[in-house]
């Protein structure tokens, strides 16, 4: 006997899983001179691994793919198989085997992407050779559907490949490590005319989050000599566009300007820097640096660290607080000019004039003190009376003046030249004096 002139042979066919057809259909041609043994047994369905096979006895034979069968749907895209059925004589003397290549796809194709990540794309047709993709519908939620395409996604110029741009804004709020899952739902067309087949698919894009930075800016703050501490808080401004994002002040840096070395200052801390002063740091951004007495000029560089607690371990920002602290300049004191020697010294009598303190930055009160404490004059404010060592509040004048009337009484009928000094408090910062003919 022979199968289509031989007595040994096999044929290779390639069906693809969900695609346009299903079903593999040929004739063998059974030949044998014997009575009675020129027609095959009759089959109705062989089954096989991913589907099964039929045949008449004329050698009519079909092959149908099982898209049903959980090992079909388990196949991916890329993944061929082979499933064989050797079909005999009935004599035996002669046999033809049918191989059938069967060609996987994914059954819901999938891409996972991370946020601020390079572009990918997903093949709507799962692996399949050729095909139509159309009604497009997306979901964030799996229930509710709509024909918006979501921002970054794009279907190609070929009409099924899914270009996924992950780095598109619209992604950065997610949080370290929360993935964001969209549920495509599409109509997948194959083949043409009689043949057509259409079927409805899904697919999922998964967007997973990544830390974003923190955005923190510089400071740079200015303050006089003692002028007390210098404060401020360095998150102010701070932003995190991550849901949930927690930012906290990690720590500061800076280069020791003895022993040149850094020095990491946590948060909590306080650090002395040598000759300089005293920086303190607090988690909720809040600092404290408090110069040396009689330090001025540039503090050195404080590198600050913000960090945000829910993402991941590079998630931090970093820049620069620049404090300066001015030298001071102690205020002019102008004291009263001398006054011409009076002719009314046979009565008590007043003479008034005016201090004026220039350039000074702080509020300040002057303090009035006689040449000898038994002098028989005495300075007041103008019209009040006071003891010699109260102090003045000062006036402040648009053009950076400080002025104050004062008064010197003089009780005695003698002529008297008196001497007194005006200091700028607080402290003695600066002082002047003057000799007063009265």
Same mark, same amino acid.
């Given at each position: 006997?022979l199968?289509?002139?031989?007595?040994?042979?096999s044929?290779?066919?390639?069906?693809?899983e969900?695609?346009a057809?299903s079903r593999?259909?040929?004739?063998?041609?059974?030949?044998?001179?014997?009575?009675?043994?020129?027609?095959?047994?009759?089959?109705?369905?062989?089954?096989?691994?991913y589907?099964?096979?039929?045949?008449d006895?004329?050698?009519?034979?079909?092959?149908?793919?099982?898209?049903?069968?959980?090992?079909?749907?388990?196949?991916?895209?890329?993944?061929?198989?082979?499933?064989?059925f050797?079909l005999?004589?009935?004599?035996?003397?002669?046999s033809?085997?049918?191989?059938?290549?069967?060609?996987?796809?994914?059954?819901t194709?999938?891409l996972?992407?991370?946020?601020?990540?390079?572009?990918?794309?997903?093949?709507?047709?799962?692996?399949l050779?050729?095909?139509?993709?159309?009604?497009?519908?997306?979901?964030?939620?799996?229930?509710h559907?709509?024909n918006?395409?979501?921002?970054?996604?794009?279907?190609?110029?070929?009409?099924?490949?899914?270009?996924?741009?992950?780095?598109?804004?619209?992604?950065?709020h997610l949080?370290n490590?929360?993935?964001?899952k *969209?549920?495509?739902?599409?109509?997948?067309?194959? =083949?043409?005319? /009689?043949?057509?087949q259409? +079927? $409805?698919?899904?697919? !999922? #894009?998964?967007?997973?989050?990544?830390?974003?930075r923190?955005?923190?800016?510089s400071?740079?703050?200015?303050?006089?000599?003692?002028?007390?501490?210098?404060?401020?808080?360095?998150?102010?401004?701070?932003?995190?566009?991550?849901?949930?994002?927690?930012?906290?002040?990690?720590?500061?840096?800076?280069?020791?300007p003895?022993?040149?070395?850094?020095?990491?200052?946590?948060?909590?801390?306080?650090h002395?820097?040598?000759? *300089?002063?005293?920086?303190?740091?607090?988690?909720? =951004?809040?600092? /404290?640096?408090?110069?040396? +007495? $009689?330090?001025?000029? !540039? #503090?050195?560089?404080?590198?600050?660290?913000?960090?945000?607690?829910?993402?991941?371990?590079?998630?931090?920002?970093?820049?620069?607080?620049t404090?300066?602290?001015?030298?001071?300049?102690?205020?002019?004191?102008?004291?009263?000019?001398a006054?011409?020697?009076?002719?009314?010294?046979?009565v008590?009598?007043?003479?008034?004039?005016?201090?004026?303190?220039?350039?000074?930055?702080?509020?300040?009160?002057?303090?009035?003190?006689q040449?000898?404490?038994?002098?028989?004059?005495?300075?007041?404010?103008?019209n009040?009376?006071?003891?010699?060592?109260?102090p003045?509040p000062?006036s402040?004048s648009?053009?950076?003046?400080?002025?104050?009337?004062?008064?010197?009484?003089?009780?005695?009928?003698?002529?008297?030249?008196?001497?007194?000094?005006?200091?700028?408090?607080?402290?003695?910062?600066?002082?002047?004096?003057s000799?007063i003919?009265?």
């Amino acid at each position: 006997a022979l199968i289509n002139g031989q007595s040994q042979a096999s044929s290779n066919l390639d069906i693809f899983e969900d695609g346009a057809t299903s079903r593999l259909t040929g004739q063998l041609t059974l030949t044998d001179v014997d009575s009675g043994e020129n027609q095959f047994a009759t089959i109705s369905q062989l089954a096989g691994q991913y589907g099964y096979l039929s045949m008449d006895q004329q050698g009519n034979w079909s092959y149908t793919l099982d898209n049903s069968l959980a090992t079909t749907n388990g196949l991916v895209a890329g993944q061929v198989v082979t499933e064989s059925f050797t079909l005999t004589s009935p004599d035996g003397t002669a046999s033809h085997t049918i191989n059938v290549q069967i060609h996987g796809h994914d059954d819901t194709p999938s891409l996972s992407v991370n946020e601020g990540g390079a572009g990918k794309s997903l093949d709507l047709l799962g692996g399949l050779s050729s095909g139509t993709v159309s009604h497009m519908q997306f979901s964030t939620d799996g229930v509710h559907y709509t024909n918006q395409v979501p921002d970054g996604f794009m279907l190609a110029s070929d009409g099924h490949t899914l270009q996924v741009d992950p780095a598109h804004n619209s992604y950065n709020h997610l949080a370290n490590g929360i993935a964001l899952k *969209v549920d495509i739902k599409y109509e997948l067309q194959q =083949g043409a005319g /009689s043949n057509v087949q259409t +079927s $409805q698919q899904q697919a !999922q #894009v998964v967007v997973t989050g990544t830390s974003d930075r923190p955005i923190i800016h510089s400071f740079n703050p200015h303050s006089q000599q003692n002028n007390g501490p210098v404060t401020g808080n360095l998150l102010q401004g701070a932003t995190d566009v991550d849901d949930g994002a927690h930012l906290v002040l990690h720590d500061v840096q800076f280069q020791d300007p003895i022993t040149h070395q850094y020095v990491t200052v946590q948060a909590g801390q306080t650090h002395n820097i040598n000759g *300089v002063g005293v920086i303190a740091i607090s988690a909720t =951004g809040d600092y /404290s640096f408090t110069p040396n +007495s $009689q330090f001025s000029g !540039q #503090v050195p560089n404080l590198i600050y660290r913000v960090t945000d607690t829910n993402g991941d371990y590079a998630d931090n920002s970093q820049n620069n607080l620049t404090i300066h602290i001015d030298p001071y300049q102690a205020p002019i004191i102008i004291a009263p000019l001398a006054a011409p020697a009076s002719d009314m010294h046979d009565v008590p009598h007043d003479y008034d004039s005016t201090i004026v303190i220039d350039d000074i930055d702080v509020s300040a009160n002057i303090m009035a003190h006689q040449d000898a404490p038994n002098d028989p004059a005495d300075i007041h404010h103008q019209n009040e009376d006071t003891t010699e060592t109260s102090p003045m509040p000062l006036s402040d004048s648009p053009i950076d003046h400080y002025l104050q009337m004062v008064g010197l009484s003089h009780q005695d009928m003698v002529p008297a030249i008196e001497s007194p000094t005006f200091d700028a408090l607080p402290g003695t910062y600066a002082s002047n004096n003057s000799n007063i003919d009265i």
